[in-house]
């Protein structure tokens, strides 16, 4: 099933995940299971309502067992890319991955945000090209959305 962003449009902030798992998988809204209770604690004790705030998601769709490198692939050789993966920044990733990533791009431009707030690898990677997220935790990166479109191709 699909999970799309939901919010405000505009926003002043976006929050971007990996990918929905098994809550948000079932009632069809990004952020509330799990880590959509913790999104909701750390913005609450920083004083910003949850309805201030547009989420969404790179991926739309839960990977098996909520493990997003499943849907990633770094490989060299094209006997070892899982069949049916396209290449997207430098990775084989399952095409779940790039359509979200598209949606994503609308969703930006749509929701013009200020401030977005990668959660996890796959989003941070996605929106500045960096992996690595630990390094960055609580660091300013910057995009520019007509630049990440190029990985559309």
């Not at 839960?62 to 290449?87: C, H, M, Y």
């Not at 991955?97 to 609308?106: D, N, S, T, V």
Request: a neutral charge; aromatic letters at 10%.
């Amino acid at each position: 099933m699909e999970v799309p962003g939901e919010g405000p449009v505009p926003a002043h902030i976006m929050a971007v995940g990996e990918a929905p798992g098994v809550e948000e998988e079932r009632s069809g809204r990004p952020f509330v299971g799990a880590s959509g209770r913790e999104l909701d604690k750390m913005m609450h004790e920083a004083g910003i309502l949850r309805s201030e705030v547009f989420v969404s998601n790179v991926s739309r769709h839960r990977p098996p067992d909520n493990k997003i490198e499943v849907w990633l692939s770094r490989a060299k050789t094209r006997s070892k890319i899982p069949q049916g993966f396209v290449r997207w920044r430098g990775f084989y990733v399952h095409p779940y991955i790039k359509e979200g990533y598209a949606k994503l791009l609308r969703e930006i431009e749509l929701v013009q945000p200020n401030v977005v707030i990668a959660f996890g690898n796959l989003s941070m990677y996605a929106l500045t090209g960096t992996w690595g997220i630990s390094k960055w935790r609580g660091s300013q990166l910057s995009f520019d959305t007509e630049e990440l479109k190029q990985w559309l191709e």
